[in-house]
């Protein structure tokens, strides 16, 4: 049987960002987006990450190799202007979309929104080795909420909502401690899907340091912040084996429906 | 890193059974990655491999370390080993140590005599291999325990090598050449750290790794002691450039305390007077130029409770510092510690609300929906891109996922082991093969013909841009968003 083409198929990764999009957009966040191709700044040292310091070994980068003009550091490309405050001012491709996070709060900053909420869905990129569970690029979702009184309770309820509503009311999500040079507290989030306690991302308050590379003033705003892969959860929800599936261009994997 | 219950038990008793101890620790210290109950010469034990925290690395890296923590969390009783340390009356001692180099911080060494290496007590053997260590002689053995049981990297020379007594840490000379324990010869630069005796003969990377000239041979009797501390970016920046990784170097780039270095001492020098019944030892020598701060740390209560969302109250506070031995002084809901030396994670008061929200147990926080008064403003990239998708999706086209990764391009990534070290500069290229691949599996598919697209960025050295690009029959058309749109 072939059938004439009426509508066409979703990429599984698309009707999940939106669907993660939605969850979010239902407690009052708005949409960021941001460059792929990033300065290091945004990237690493607007996060707190020290130089020279193992917290840098924990997301592996591709660093670029081309020297990139500086008209295009500047905002003339994809970057819309490099910061003064400009570390060693090298380009990588972003590690995570924290990235966006911390533009859109820097942003909220100077036009004097608070509080405020964001979320990012974009692809990032990895330099390891590839396995099942280990692409060289991949989707990330985050975000952060930012305002006087925005707390780890605040936290731990948006988080809670947005894995039900992707994985199922019945989901149950706990918090364990860990560790980002963005985040304090930090703290991983666990779902259990199907029996098994699964890490989906992590998460945490953030960081005065991050707040004041932003521009904020710890003193009067606070608030929280999280990350991790949406490949993962379109891995979990619909039992796909192999994260290497996604980029193939194979319409073969276009085969889930959203439920909502 | 692997820790042995039953080494842990020698310094907590009272510890609970292992499958609830490895719950204690995921729920308030860090993820145990797995936990294996293994039976031993019919001794029970269990491993757990402890995902130790970026931010402890400096004091959990270590059985007491974890024992001290675990001890304060549950509040049980924590045994001192020190007062069972008993070394012989150490003699006055010619060894002449020296520091050359700013990057090292503390610097000890103390000869011990009349040593004689041979096979290591069982105990010894039996901790090792539980953590998956395997027993060399008692000496090395020794410098290997006191690691993993306090976190304090040991090492020991042949005193026989070290012309007239004397030590120095140093900066390498550019070019210079030590060969390190496994044979093989690493060139040095002014950057990197190095202990010498004051002829020239190299005796270790600093912090990195041994070399072989004073390494210990069966016939060794004399040695030299040697615990000291390094800056933790000195020593990365040499492991880094000399590609070498040792447990030596991990501990040492999360900036050990130097304080840690005369317990490191004390432990090796007991184990070993333990191990040589025979052995005489001479004064420990210390050079330690710039003491570690004694720091102090002021935080409320209701500061801590604003972060965390949860009603912390003052006499949890007290109770959390006493159980942990930290001294305080408390004003109403203020308080102000004295930092423990080992506690180098807690500097700011935020730290304080992480260290007492995973001591109480972030689970103690009731997740709240926050109300807040923001008006979201319309994302337009995101607006474009799904206008885009759906008018594409209605018109019968199926969307696809590429890789951003190509064999060539204007922007290279700095990347070892792949041949598609460029950035794409289309999406064309991609969407071709993606319709090679597609078209083999139409009738599989249910389509008579294969339609499909791909929203992506693609990387010229004008920059990084959103594009579009669809296919019509086997032609692919590529537009920029904005002009896809119009």
Known sequence: MIKENKKGTEHPLSLLANQAYQAFSELGFEIATGPELESDWYNFYVLNFPKDHPALDMQDTFWIKTALPDTFLNGDGGLPGYPEKKDSGRAVLRTHTTTV????????????????????????????????????????????????????????GVLTHFYKKMLGGDVEVEFRPSFFPFTEPSLEVFAKFKGKWL??????????????????????????????????????????????????????LNQFENEN | MKISYNWLKWYIPNAPEGNILADVITYHVAEVESVQHSVLNNEEDWIFDIKILPNRAHDLLSHQGVARELASLLNINFVDPTPKYK????????????IEAPKCRRYMGRIVRNIKI???PEWVVKHLESIGQRSINNIVDATNIVTFDCGQPAHVFDLSKVKDLKLQVRNAKNGEKIKILGGVEKTLDDTMMIIADDYGNGLDIAGVKGGEYAELTEATTNIILECANFDPVSIRKTAQRLNIITDAKKRFENDL???????????????????????????????????????????????????????????????????????????????????????????????????????????????????????????????????ARNKLLSEG?????TYTFFNKGEVEV????????????????????????????????????????????????????????YNEGSKIIEKNLNEFRK
């Open chain 2, 414 to 469: 700095e990347m070892s082991a792949s041949d598609k070290k460029f950035l794409r500069t289309n999406l064309t290229d991609g969407l071709k093969e993606s319709l090679k691949l597609n078209e083999l599996n139409a009738p599989l598919l249910g389509f008579d013909r294969i339609k499909i697209f791909e929203i992506g960025t693609v990387f010229t050295n004008k920059g990084e841009k959103m594009r579009v690009a």
């Open chain 1, 199 to 252: 890490e989906m991302m992590g998460s945490g308050m953030l960081h005065p340091n991050v707040l004041r590379n932003c521009g904020l003033d710890p003193k009067k705003v606070q608030g929280f912040a999280f990350g991790g892969g949406l490949d993962r959860i379109a891995m979990i929800k619909w039992g796909i084996p192999d994260i290497r599936l996604f980029y193939q261009g194979d319409l073969r």
């Open chain 2, 257 to 387: 305390s130097p304080e840690l270095a005369s317990y490191g001492m004390l432990e090796l020098s007991a184990l070993i007077s333990d191990m040589c019944p025979e052995a005489e030892f001479e004064d420990v020598i210390d050079v330690y130029p710039k003491k570690q701060e004694e720091r102090k740390l002021s935080f409320s209560v209701s500061r801590i409770s604003e972060i965390l969302g949860l009603d912390v109250s003052a006499s949890e506070v007290e109770g959390i510092l006493k159980r942990y031995n930290i001294e305080y002084k408390q004003s109403d809901s203020k308080f102000e510690i004295t930092m423990p030396s080992m506690r180098l994670d807690l500097v700011i008061e935020e730290d304080m609300a992480e260290e007492i929200g995973r001591i109480l147990g972030y689970d103690k926080v009731k997740p709240t929906i926050p109300k807040i008064d923001f008006k979201p403003k319309v994302n337009e990239t995101y607006t474009k891109i799904s206008w």
């Open chain 2, 87 to 98: 070394i012989p009356d150490s003699k006055p001692t010619k060894l002449i140590k020296r």
């Open chain 2, 118 to 120: 041979g096979l290591s």
């Open chain 2, 397 to 401: 086209y199926s969307e696809v996922m």
């Open chain 1, 101 to 156: 996070t911390a533009r859109a709060i820097e942003q909220a900053g100077k036009d004097g929104r608070f509080p405020c909420a964001f979320i990012s869905i974009g692809k990032v990129f990895r330099n390891e080795a590839t396995d099942i569970t280990h692409e060289m690029q991949f989707f990330q979702i985050d975000g952060a909420m930012v305002g006087e009184n925005i707390t780890l309770a605040d936290l731990k």
